[in-house]
């Protein structure tokens, strides 16, 4: 989606923090997803947020900030299998989205070091 | 994942060949999505269904027909196959809970030579 921003690469140590942001402009917010893309596998869903705040799920954290178009994934306690591409997807109601369809991100490559 | 099998896993074709792929659900999941992914471009969506004989248009539908004759089968169908389809293309579908997500298929490999 040419209105969803993330990074394009992140590299980040094994049992560290990383953050990966998600900026994205909709005339008509209906939530913000997260995916995860292990290389040649399918998408599968991370999180889940609609009101502005952090959700946690284990390991894994997203925030949303509606006002500032933002939001990021905090994954911790990084593990090598956490290497992957995070997909940022936002519903935008806003554009005669009958389908209720999903704009994604780019993604964000993370690579996990030993 | 919500019982969605693609098929085939993997083709390759010629250009100017028909191309049909195949999207099977077992979960009565009212919509159904196709998307592509190239490096690059991230998952763009071609074609949705949001019932059975419900379609519509995506950001990048053309050279692309679909039809759902009933509510677990969705055919992505390329009519003259050229070398700009190679691409993955997965399949999704949502039960159009809004806290719900989409889950996707495995995907199909498509190379058109």
């Known amino acids: 989606g040419q209105n969803i921003d993330q990074p394009t690469e992140m590299t980040a140590t094994e049992g560290a923090i990383v953050q990966i942001n998600c900026t994205y402009q909709?005339?008509?917010?209906?939530?913000l997803f997260w995916y995860q893309q292990h290389a040649g596998e399918a998408p599968t869903f991370l999180s889940y947020?609609?009101?502005?705040g952090l959700e946690e799920k284990g390991r894994f954290s997203s925030f949303l900030s509606r006002s500032k178009g933002y939001s990021y994934l905090l994954l911790k306690e990084l593990q090598m299998k956490d290497s992957a591409s995070y997909l940022c997807?936002?519903?935008?109601?806003?554009?005669?989205?009958?389908?209720?369809?999903?704009?994604f991100g780019k993604g964000t490559s993370l690579l996990v070091t030993p | 994942d919500a019982g969605i099998t693609q098929s085939p896993r993997h083709k390759v074709t010629e250009t100017g060949t028909p191309v049909t792929l195949r999207c099977h659900q077992t979960?009565?999941?009212?919509?159904m999505y196709w998307y592509r992914q190239d490096p690059g471009h991230g998952l763009r969506l071609i074609h949705y269904?949001?019932?059975?004989?419900?379609?519509d248009k995506g950001e990048v539908s053309d050279g692309y027909s679909v039809s759902r004759s009933k509510t677990e089968d969705f055919l992505l169908t390329l009519e003259s196959a050229t070398s700009s389809q190679t691409s993955v293309y997965f399949c999704?579908?949502?039960?159009?809970?809004?806290?719900?997500?989409?889950?996707f298929g495995d995907g199909t490999r498509l190379s058109i030579l």
């Open positions: 997807a936002v519903r935008d109601l806003g554009s005669s989205n009958s389908g209720y369809a999903l704009n």
């Open positions: 909709t005339s008509g917010f209906n939530g």
């Open positions: 947020n609609v009101l502005d």
């Open positions: 979960e009565n999941h009212r919509y």
């Open positions: 269904s949001y019932g059975v004989k419900d379609t």
């Open positions: 999704a579908t949502w039960t159009g809970g809004s806290n719900q997500p989409q889950h």
